[in-house]
Each structure stands twice: as C-alpha cells, then as structure tokens.
C-alpha cells in the first residue's frame, strides 16, 4: 500500500495543469524579444511542488509510518501546487493594473497631440509594473509582432494588449485615431476588474465555510484525543485505519479541489 501511494504522489506531481496556466509558465520562461527583458516569474522565491513533497515526506517519516509520510508529501504538493496558482493569479491582477494605468496615461498623451512614439514612451514611464510596460511599448511600436502572434498571453492582459496592438497597426495604416480604442480598452479592463472584486466578495463565504469543512477532520482528531481514544494510533497502525486513513484524504483532496473549482467557475 505504502508503494502504491507513493506512485500516486509522483503522479499528483507529473499531472498536467490547466493549458492556459501552462502556456503561462512556459512564457514565464522562454526568452523574450531582444531588448525586452525576461518576464518575472509568479512562482519566484516559492519552492517547488517536488521539493514540498520530498521535505514533507522526510520530515514526517521521521515521526510516523511510511504511510502518513506519502501521504504529507502528497499533500505538500498540492498545496504548493495550490500556492503557485494563487500567486500566478496576484501576478496576473497587478500586471492588468498597472496596464490600466499606463493605458490612462497613453490616452492622455494621444489627446495632447504627442506622437505614437512619444505617447508609448510616456506611458512606459507611468507604469508600475516593469513588465507590462515593455509588453505595451512594444505593442504600440511594433503592432506586426503582436498581430502575428509572435506575443501569445492566454490572460486578460494579453488580450488586452492584441486589443491595442491591432488599433495601433491600423491606426498607422490608415491613420484613423488611437485614442478612442485605448479608451475603450481601458474601460473595458477597469470594468472586468471591478466584476472580480464583486465576485470575490459574493463568494468569500463560500470559500469560508470549505477551509472550516476541511479543517473538520483534524478537530475530531483532537477530540477523540481529548476523551482518553487514541484514533492516530488506529488509523495509522491498523490494517482497516489504514484504508479508511486513505479514504478519508482521498475524500478530503476531493472536497477541496471540487469546491476550489466551483468557487473559481463563479468568479470568471
């Protein structure tokens, strides 16, 4: 049994994300065009999922059964698993405000007759985020590149860039003003951003009442304790705790990945 749990927390490392969360982290990576620097990574300064479970499973193995170390290491990597994709998600919010931001200031330079040029330069400098800056500074001055999908971003601020960089390839085809595009670009993204604070407020005592559920369990531990049983010691030096042992964060892991997805279907 120890064997078998311990393939199973190797396969919980090896099994594949989400696509767009994986486009991501490959573009994170890969090198980006000359002159533009790399793109800072969500997950900097967080150790690996592999790395959580190996410490983990080391860490209890000392303390406990081969067993209950397979199932912390697992546990450990989910959890960093879990870690990375809220830090991803913060990443993507700050990159899409400081986006606005800068959009706000590249409307502003438009309107007072600055040159596409000028106006992109200005609105790099208003932007907090280093790496949103050059991503707008080259969809402005080189809209080809981003038409093309030389620049793929799965996220909203990818989408919102393709946005301006087509405006920006036709205004410099045609001529036709960019201001109003930006504008509505940066409407656009102040909206989506607002609709997501409104949703996470709506759904905060959802997620609430899932970390109290999960936390249930180890509270009746600590009660069994409390009136003289010994339940850790049946569940994990008996045949039968074992497998309910098993059952039981199998069925944990179930409950709070199910609700983890059904609170992030209500957000989007």
Not at 111 to 123: D, I, K, M, N
Not at 152 to 176: H, I, M, N, Q, Y
Not at 184 to 202: F, I
Request: proline content about 4%; aromatic content about 2%; charged content about 20%.
């Amino acid at each position: 049994m120890t064997a078998a749990l311990l393939l199973l927390a190797a396969a919980l490392l090896l099994w594949p994300g989400d696509r767009g969360v994986r486009r991501a982290r490959w573009q994170g990576v890969r090198s980006a065009p000359a002159g533009a620097g790399r793109r800072t990574r969500p997950w900097a300064g967080s150790p690996s999922p592999g790395v959580c479970a190996a410490a983990a499973a080391a860490l209890v193995a000392g303390v406990s059964t081969p067993l209950v170390a397979a199932l912390a290491g697992a546990g450990a990597a989910l959890a960093a698993r879990a870690d990375l994709r809220r830090r991803a998600g913060a990443r993507e919010q700050a990159r899409l405000a400081a986006l606005v931001e800068a959009l706000v200031a590249l409307a502003a330079e438009l309107r007072s007759g600055r040159t596409l040029e000028e106006a992109a330069r200005a609105a790099a400098a208003a932007c907090a985020d280093d790496d949103s800056a050059r991503a707008l500074t080259r969809a402005v001055r080189a809209p080809e590149a981003w038409t093309d999908g030389v620049e793929d971003d799965p996220g909203e601020v990818g989408r919102a860039l393709r946005r301006v960089s087509a405006a920006s390839l036709l205004s410099v085809r045609t001529g036709c003003s960019l201001v109003a595009v930006v504008g509505a670009v940066e409407d656009d993204l102040r909206a989506r951003h607002r609709r997501r604070l409104d949703l996470r407020s709506a759904t905060a005592g959802a997620r609430a009442s899932a970390g109290l559920l999960a936390g249930l369990p180890v509270l009746g531990l600590v009660m069994g304790g409390g009136v003289g049983a010994d339940p850790w010691g049946v569940l994990t030096t008996t045949v039968p705790g074992q497998v309910l042992l098993v059952a039981g964060v199998g069925l944990e892991v179930a409950g709070v990945a199910w609700s983890a997805r059904l609170v992030r279907r209500a957000e989007r």
